[in-house]
Structures are given as structure tokens and as C-alpha cells.
């Protein structure tokens, strides 16, 4: 049974940082693309970062340059480093898991997700 669950998220101020870790379970990690999505009450979800099974990465514009996405296959965790936090970045950010080892396509798995709010 596929589980993703998320931790690390929080407030903070804007120009602030948060890390956002995900802990897998449940099939082959190493093997998926994995990404980070959020979601605004209301908006459609968006894909933040995702990488790939080869370690390739990819980013909404409106976070290059700032988050960094990671995988730690020995762990089967997966990170979000989010750096200079604006308040448009406050929303409700998934972890999600794509069966396959690139990230052109839609996602199987979700976690429940981890609230992140950026104040002014």
C-alpha cells in the first residue's frame, strides 16, 4: 500500500525559509518520479517541482530560483527547500508519486499534505 506523508510545514515570514520533507512507502521509490504540488482553497493545483527517477528537475516559474527540490532513494524521502517566501506562496503543498521514472504525465499517488503560510 503506496504512502506518502508529508511534515515541515508551518508559517513564516516572507524572506523566510521552510524545508518540506516527504516519507514513502509501499513500492519501489527509486523507481518514480516524484513531485510537489500546492493548492490555494478554490484554485486549481499546481505542480511546484517535481524529479524524476535519474534526478532530473523541474520548476513552476514562479518558485525557479528559489525552491529546490531533492530525493534521498535511500531513504525514500523526498525535500522541498523553499527559500525567500513570498505570501503567494501560502497554500497547502502535496507530495505526490508518478508511476513511471519521468514526470511528463499524470500523478497515482497523493499524501494528505502539509499547510505552509507566508505573512508579510
Known amino acids: 500500500q503506496v504512502q506518502l506523508v508529508e511534515s515541515g510545514g508551518g508559517s513564516v515570514q516572507a524572506g523566510g525559509s521552510l524545508r518540506l520533507s516527504c516519507a514513502a512507502s509501499?513500492?519501489?521509490?527509486?523507481?518514480?518520479?516524484m513531485g510537489w504540488f500546492r493548492q490555494v482553497a478554490g484554485k486549481e493545483r499546481e505542480r511546484v517541482a517535481a524529479?524524476?527517477?535519474?534526478?532530473?528537475?523541474g520548476y513552476a516559474g514562479s518558485v525557479k530560483g528559489r525552491f529546490t527540490i531533492s530525493r534521498d532513494n535511500a531513504k525514500n524521502a523526498l525535500y522541498l527547500e523553499m527559500n525567500t517566501l513570498k505570501p503567494e506562496d501560502t497554500a497547502m503543498y502535496y507530495c505526490?508519486?508518478?508511476?513511471?521514472?519521468?514526470?511528463?504525465?499524470?500523478?497515482?499517488?497523493w499524501g494528505q499534505g502539509t499547510q505552509v503560510t507566508v505573512s508579510s
Open positions: 505526490a508519486a508518478r508511476s513511471d521514472t519521468y514526470c511528463d504525465g499524470p500523478y497515482n499517488y
Open positions: 509501499g513500492y519501489t521509490y527509486r523507481r518514480y518520479c
Open positions: 524529479i524524476s527517477a535519474f534526478g532530473g528537475t
